[in-house]
């Protein structure tokens, strides 16, 4: 059976929202890539509704990007509670966080509209009806105002 870091978490300890470093991997030729638990609301009480997920998907493969070197993907956790960030490097949990306020923070600006939303129209996306940038703003208010932790266990508001 393959060991699942993510399924040895206690997930009943977690403080979210929180940015944690899953795992570090270091490549046959000494590339090292990241993996972030990055948790937008609290397991098992709450989660995102699949459109808002899927608008914060788009949203964070564009804002986030361009503020982290080295991004490779962020996908969207099944249980809908929030992402994995995993990156080229070793960009702290810090770091990430910070990068994660930032996008909230620009998510939740009244000129941030659904035509700065990258790659909703159906040639690009595989379930374009299911997006709502509405979830988005107010899931990016409500993380906002809990504070993003770099620690999972202790809050540490960046
Ligand atoms: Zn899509």
């Known amino acids: 059976m393959a060991e699942v870091e993510s399924f040895t978490l206690d997930h ?4 979210a929202p929180y940015v944690r470093l899953i795992a570090k991997e270091v490549g046959p030729k000494g590339d090292i890539i990241t993996n972030f638990d990055v948790r937008l609301t609290q397991p098992n009480e709450t989660a995102i509704e ?3 997920m899927h608008t914060f998907e788009h949203i964070f493969a564009d804002l986030m990007r361009n503020q982290l070197d080295g991004i490779i993907d962020i996908s ?3 249980c809908r509670t929030g ?3 995993i990156a080229w490097g070793e960009p702290t949990a810090t770091e990430v966080a910070k990068v994660l ?11 941030y509209t659904i035509d700065k939303v990258q790659g909703i129209a159906k040639i690009a996306c595989g379930n374009y009806k299911d997006h709502s940038l509405h979830s988005a703003k107010e899931w990016s208010k409500i993380i906002l105002e809990k504070g993003i ?10």
């Not at 009943?12 to 403080?15: D, E, F, S, T, Y």
């Not at 306020?101 to 000129?111: A, F, G, M, P, R």
């Not at 932790?149 to 960046?158: G, I, T």
């Open 101 to 111: 306020k930032k996008t909230l923070e620009e998510i939740v600006k009244d000129s």
């Open 50 to 52: 699949t459109s808002g």
């Open 76 to 78: 969207p956790f099944g």
């Open 149 to 158: 932790s770099d620690d999972a266990f202790v809050r540490n508001v960046v």
């Open 83 to 85: 992402f994995h960030l």
């Open 12 to 15: 009943n300890i977690v403080i």
